[in-house]
Structures are given as structure tokens and as C-alpha cells.
């Protein structure tokens, strides 16, 4: 396995544990992170329940394997699974752990700091790459063809619905101006057209301007929204009786969803919102780590 130092600090760890000691089996309890990453969050939970077994799940085989390798000091207790958490299936965590349904389910939607910084796949403005932004390399879309292929008409509404970016007439005219001499192929190249377009005192403070035009290009490419609706509703469905699902969102249109297929859950006599409000990081936790300035959790407990 591959050696490296984790680099990703995870996001909320006292307020997840704190739901998870509300699952009924403590005794032998199973988890699923089906969001693995670098593995942050199951290694406390693996620490936590000294007795518990996890299911690793990531859509990423280079995350997962970066997960495996810090687990490694929990042999026999955490059995890797590649692919879309939101196509893990009941059959899946019978192979792996010997039980259909777990106590415990974590999804962190957030990018992983390895995306952006090492994959090399497109990801952020501040180094030049090709536009890719596949989460796994096994995707048929890239961001290429997002930005080089789709209509006015499509671009325009992934800006709008997936980026809520003001300057989206603006940048959509500018990049069927650019693509018709020469294709939009780099991070670069994207980053500078975007800049170009929207006027510098409207620039935001903390980060370029091209932020929104990146997420919305990502989203689109690994359909990540209609993931994580299709997701919580499977995955819930997967908790034992007593079992929690903790959801951590890092944007108000991954957040929105959440919240609806919660409600829609709780509707029935089968699960219960613990959260009236989304649980937001602590200042302790935000000077830690900054970038948890966005993440809000909520939980539901299977009844």
C-alpha cells in the first residue's frame, strides 16, 4: 500500500461521536463511511468503539487505498469497498462484515484537500492542470467536455443551479467566444477566462473568482447532488433499528438536500431528525481548522 502522510483534519469529530454513542448495539457495533477520503473520520470512530467493525467505502481507489493504509493499526476490523456510497447495497456489507445493516452510516460530502492538492485532476484554480475533475478516474465526463461541448443553454444552468454564480450571462459568452479558436483545456486557462469576465471590485475576499464556476463544473462532471439524494435515501434503509446516519455538507445546495430527504424520511414512523438545526463547528475547532468554516451536520436515527 501506498505510504503518505494524511494531510485531511476531520470535520465535526466530537459532535459525530457524540451521536454515534446514541446507536442502541454498543457491544459489537458496525459502522459504514461511505465517504472515506483519507480515512480521518473512521480511524475515531475505530478508536472510539474499540470493539466495532467498519465498512470504508470511497469512489476513489487511490482514497481508498490512502484510507486502508491509515487503518492499518485496526487489522481484521475495517474491510474496504470501491464505489458511489450511493450504490452500496445490503449484500455489500454482508460480505464484508456478515450483517445486511449497520448501527452507524457517516457521509462527508466535502472535496478531500488530496483533490485539490495531489490529484492532479483539475480541481482548483491554483495550479495548472488538465480539466478533468473526476472524482473517479472510471467516469465517463470530464470537465473538458463540460466547458468545451455543452450548449449555452446547460452551461448557464449548471452556473446558475450548481454554482449560484452572478456573472453566469458573462462567463458563458465569454467561453463560446474562447472555445471557437482554441479549446478551454487547463485549470489556468478556465481560471483566467473567469477573471477576465467578472469586474475586480466584485472579486470576493477569501478566495478567486473562479470558485463557483469550479464547483459547479465539478458537481456536474460526478453528479454529486443527485449522488447524495439518491445516497441518504438508500443508506438509510441500511440502519439497524436504534443505528444513526450522520450527513456533513459543505455548501447551502448540498445542505438543501439533506435537510429535504430528511424530512421526507421523518415523515413516517421509521426515523427522527435529531437535529432542529444543522450542527456548525465549534471556534475551537474552527482555529484549529479553518476549513470546516462551512460544514453542517445533521443526524437521523433509525426508530
Known amino acids: 500500500m501506498e505510504s503518505f502522510k494524511p494531510t485531511h483534519i476531520p470535520v465535526l469529530p466530537k459532535e459525530i461521536l457524540e ?51 491509515r487503518l492499518s493499526i485496526f487489522p481484521g476490523r475495517f ?58 478516474e472510471g ?46 483545456r487547463t485549470t489556468l486557462d478556465l481560471a483566467k477566462l473567469v477573471e477576465s469576465v467578472i469586474p475586480r471590485k466584485f472579486w470576493p475576499d477569501k478566495t478567486h473568482p473562479s470558485f463557483r464556476v469550479f464547483q459547479a463544473v465539478r458537481i456536474e462532471v460526478n453528479n454529486e447532488l443527485g449522488h447524495i439524494r439518491e445516497g441518504i435515501e438508500n443508506l438509510s434503509n441500511l440502519l439497524n433499528k436504534g443505528g444513526i446516519l450522520c450527513v456533513i455538507s459543505f455548501h ?3 445542505d438543501r438536500i439533506v435537510k429535504q430527504v430528511f424530512r421526507e424520511k421523518s415523515k413516517g414512523e421509521m426515523f427522527s431528525i435529531l437535529t432542529r438545526k444543522p450542527i456548525t463547528p465549534s471556534e475551537e475547532e474552527l482555529k484549529v481548522n479553518p476549513s470546516s468554516r462551512s460544514a453542517k451536520l445533521r443526524v437521523l436515527k433509525a426508530l
Not at 31 to 43: I, R, V, W
Open 79 to 136: 474491510f474496504p469497498l470501491e464505489g458511489n456510497f450511493s450504490e452500496v447495497e445490503a449484500s455489500d456489507l454482508e460480505e464484508r462484515i456478515g450483517s445486511s445493516k449497520v448501527d452507524g452510516i457517516l457521509l462527508d460530502l466535502g472535496i478531500s484537500t488530496y483533490h485539490l492538492t495531489s490529484s492532479e485532476r483539475g480541481f482548483s484554480f491554483k495550479n495548472e492542470e488538465y480539466l478533468d475533475m473526476r472524482l473517479d
Open 252 to 254: 447551502s445546495l448540498e
Open 19 to 69: 451521536y454515534f454513542h446514541e446507536i442502541e448495539n454498543k457491544e459489537t457495533p458496525t459502522f459504514l463511511d461511505g465517504t472515506a477520503g483519507e480515512g480521518g473520520h473512521s480511524e475515531l470512530i475505530l478508536k472510539e468503539f474499540p470493539t466495532a467493525k467498519l465498512v470504508l467505502n470511497d469512489r476513489d481507489s487511490i482514497m481508498l487505498s490512502r484510507a486502508s493504509t
Open 139 to 184: 467516469g465517463k465526463l470530464t470537465a473538458y467536455e463540460v466547458l468545451n461541448k455543452y450548449k449555452a443553454e446547460k452551461l448557464s444552468q449548471i452556473f446558475r443551479e450548481y454554482g449560484e454564480e452572478n456573472w453566469t450571462k458573462k462567463i458563458v459568452e465569454k467561453i463560446l467566444l474562447v472555445r471557437k479558436k482554441n479549446p478551454i
